[in-house]
């Protein structure tokens, strides 16, 4: 009877130590998984910034070239844009270059 009392405690102790690691191997995965979450989530952010910035540069050409084909007054801008660049004397400086 004693060496069966013996087998179980080694075995009970031995469960404990695994169950002890078990926690530590769930957190690294979590850890893991947050990472590639994060990195996909950069990823992704950086790329809509660049078209973000892709179209207001395209906005900014296409005006430009229309005030240069009309003698320095763009005729297909629209008007929020032409109120947002009379305003602050940037049309001048857009369309001249300096």
């Known amino acids: 009877m004693s060496n069966q009392m013996r087998c179980f405690d080694a075995s ?5 130590q695994r169950a002890w690691k078990r926690p530590f191997n769930k957190f690294e995965g979590l850890k893991i998984g947050f990472d590639v979450c994060w990195g996909l989530g950069y990823v992704v952010a950086t790329l809509f910034f660049v078209v973000v910035e892709m179209s207001i540069d395209t906005i900014i050409i296409s005006f430009c070239q229309d005030a240069d084909e009309h003698q320095g007054s763009a005729q297909f801008a629209p008007s929020l844009l032409m109120e947002t660049l009379d305003g602050q004397g940037e049309m001048q400086r857009l369309t001249q270059g300096s």
């Open 12 to 16: 009970r102790s031995d469960g404990l």
